[in-house]
């Protein structure tokens, strides 16, 4: 339902192996990505170091945009998960220094919020 998903502006789990390719121009030292999401043409990233949202723009895409947040500027998180008769769940990211607003990801009922959670929980207690 990956692209089904997207076309609903839900994020979709991507191949990690394409992401780190893709992205190994952004890494730091000892930096590896840990989860890759999709949604439309842009993307989350969760390495070992930091959080980074990748926002391509314009047309064609060719413009990209790379927000690095490291994970202890996030000031909390939460998720929403879907209940029986909605089709998505959601992750909220409260950055400090960013204001009021939270970050917010959608993602389908079959995507596991649980385990993006679990990735902010680890990085965000050490």
């Known amino acids: ?9 839900n994020a979709s789990e991507i191949n990690l192996d394409n992401v780190r390719e ?12 840990e989860q890759a999401y999709s949604l439309l043409r842009d993307k989350l990233l969760f390495t070992n170091k930091r959080l980074i949202m990748v926002n391509k723009q314009g047309v064609t895409g060719k413009k990209v945009e790379f927000h690095s947040i490291p994970y202890n500027k996030i000031a909390h998180f939460s998720i929403e998960t879907a209940g029986n008769f909605e089709i998505e769940s959601e992750l909220k990211i409260w950055i400090v220094g960013m204001g009021k ?8 009922k079959n995507q596991d919020v649980y385990k993006v959670q679990s990735v902010l929980a680890y990085y965000i207690s050490e």
Request: charged share 20%; glycine share 14%.
């Open 101 to 108: 607003d939270p970050i917010q990801m959608t993602f389908g």
């Open 1 to 9: 339902m990956g692209v089904l998903d997207e076309l609903m502006g």
């Open 22 to 33: 893709e992205c190994s121009k952004l890494m730091a030292l000892g930096e590896t990505v």
